[in-house]
């Protein structure tokens, strides 16, 4: 007999607030709960769910690609295991068994069943829990409406063509409860992700020509017309609009490459703002056509952060997924996951960002009456500081390495001003850190192991003309754990926005790895 036919879960489906708690009877049960576990029904997947306490409620759950060829297997089953693990032990402990799940629908109509090709990873999963001490309390596979028993060894027990996952027309008494409790999947993760692939002919034409000819502009428009853009492109959405032309959307794009331009687009996150924000990021998103496919990088992750904001995480997790294909390590987009992965609702984040977005209308509103400093000064920056186009603050116009290092290295608090030596070696720089596109690491769902450079199967697309990484920056590679947690905690208490989180995510890089 299957594994679970003689205990029940309890799953934990809804926000962490609420718990509501779902008993899942069987294997049956498991396969038919799954798109209401994740929120969409996952494709091309490795699912784990760890189990904790003597009552085996749910516990972490994660989501992987199906790595494409089966040489990857092996080390995508130890990567899915280290961490489920590791991942549960940050959030009350090792769980005690997990359950586990391959998706993988035909390629065509009459292909055979995936059970029999999928068998050696569900053995190869298994194995790597058991080397961590975790059993398998049950293995599915589900595919084309179906699903098989990995762990059922009883001949004549399962039908060898799969079991349906929905047994009538209307769902089973759990899916009836996770119904209940106000969960419905969101379709599935292709279909989400294909619903924001880019605009088809004949717009296409007219907007690569427009990328083309705004691409060479884009290095002379300043921050501050990016800014203007951008906001009088959402005040057009916000009065209705739902388009803009093509050459003011190929600016735009090119604009929000700017990591605080981007970040005035986080704001947009007050209620009456959520639908028309979320209008304006997918119009801009479906208008980044090949070549320029990453132009789409930026309003899709401001796209998943207002579906987070506007509770729907299913979304959000899924295209936060897709951003961090196109461009893995892309920072903002790590932070939203991880902060997801953390267990963490939006709350914590808006706060920080409300509390940046007052103070800047504040500081306007203060130029306007002649009494402040200058409005664009950015969030955090002294006043006259510039910003440079990675969110730091910068040297005034005209100002020198030199001078910067006269003044860090001045006059201390209670002492005088060091003297400036003459003669001194230079000192050899370190190396600078890799800009924000090309860091590595980072997943689509809850402790998913990053696409790039690992055994997963994820493609990851070329950069595009203008909007891809810059040219000899080194990727910092592997999942990393932990970091947003700490990094929202501090931009809450000091009130600064998710880009000041930039450094405090530096510092805790290599500090957990998954691998």
């Given at each position: 007999m299957n594994a679970m036919n003689n205990e029940h879960v309890t799953l934990s489906l809804g926000p962490a607030s609420e718990q509501r708690p779902v008993v899942m009877r069987g294997p049956a049960d498991m396969a038919e709960l799954l798109p209401y576990l994740l929120g969409f029904y996952p494709d091309?997947?490795?699912?784990?769910?760890?189990?904790?306490g003597p009552d085996l409620h749910q516990g972490g759950v994660i989501r992987a690609d199906l790595p494409l060829s089966s040489a990857d297997w092996p080390a995508a089953a130890e990567e899915t295991a280290a961490l489920l693990v590791a991942l549960s032990e940050r959030h009350g402990g090792r769980p005690l068994e997990v359950l586990l799940y391959l998706c993988q629908d035909p390629v065509t109509a009459h292909a055979p069943p995936a059970v029999d090709e999928l068998r050696p990873l569900a053995d190869q999963l298994?194995?790597?829990f058991g080397r961590r001490g975790v059993a398998v309390k049950e293995s599915l596979c589900v595919s084309d409406g179906r699903w098989w028993s990995f762990l059922c060894r009883r001949e004549g027990c399962c039908d060898p063509a799969g079991n349906p996952v929905r047994r009538g027309p209307d769902p089973g008494p759990a899916a009836a409860a996770a119904t209940v409790a106000g969960l419905v999947p969101r379709g599935s993760r292709k279909a989400i992700v294909g619903a924001l692939a880019p605009v088809g002919p004949p717009a296409d034409a007219a907007q690569r020509e427009a990328l083309a000819r705004a691409e060479p502009l884009a290095g002379s428009v300043s921050r501050e017309q990016g800014l203007e853009l951008l906001e009088q492109a959402f005040a057009e959405f916000a009065a209705g609009a739902r388009e803009l032309d093509e050459e003011r959307t190929a600016r735009l794009l090119f604009a929000l490459r700017d990591r605080l331009t981007r970040d005035r687009g986080v704001?947009?996150?007050?209620?009456?703002?959520?639908?028309?924000?979320?209008?304006?990021w997918r119009f801009l998103a479906r208008r980044a056509v090949p070549p320029y496919e990453g132009c789409a990088v930026a309003p899709l992750t401001l796209l998943a952060w207002a579906s987070w904001v506007a509770g729907d995480t299913a979304t959000a997790r899924v295209v936060l997924g897709h951003v961090l294909r196109l461009s893995p390590g892309y920072l903002l987009a790590e932070l939203l996951y991880e902060s997801m992965n953390d267990?963490?609702?939006?709350?914590?984040?808006?706060?920080?960002?409300e509390a940046q977005r007052r103070r800047r209308e504040e500081r306007a509103a203060?130029?306007?009456?002649?009494?402040?400093?200058?409005?664009?000064?950015?969030p955090g920056a002294p006043p006259g500081a510039e910003r440079a186009p990675g969110g730091e603050p910068g040297p005034r116009s005209g100002s020198t390495g030199k001078a910067r290092r006269r003044h860090?290295?001045?006059?201390r608090k209670g002492g005088s001003a060091a003297p400036t030596p003459t003669a001194a070696p230079t000192p050899t720089p370190a190396p600078a850190p890799a800009p924000e596109d090309q860091r590595q690491g980072g997943p689509?769902?809850?402790g998913e192991p990053g696409p790039a450079g690992r055994p997963r199967g994820s493609v990851a697309l070329l950069p595009a003309p203008?909007?891809?990484?810059?040219?000899g920056a080194r990727p910092t590679r592997g999942v990393r754990l932990g970091r947003a947690a700490a990094c929202a905690s501090a931009a809450v208490r000091s009130g600064t926005g998710l880009h000041r989180c930039r450094g405090a995510r530096q510092g805790a890089r290599g500090a957990h790895r998954a691998h």
């Open positions: 091309d997947s490795i699912v784990a769910v760890g189990l904790q298994r194995a790597a704001e947009f996150v007050r209620p009456a703002e959520l639908a028309p924000a979320e209008r304006l267990g963490m609702t939006p709350g914590a984040l808006l706060s920080a960002v203060a130029v306007r009456r002649g009494s402040g400093p200058a409005a664009d000064d950015g860090r290295g001045g006059r689509d769902h809850p203008g909007c891809g990484p810059e040219a």
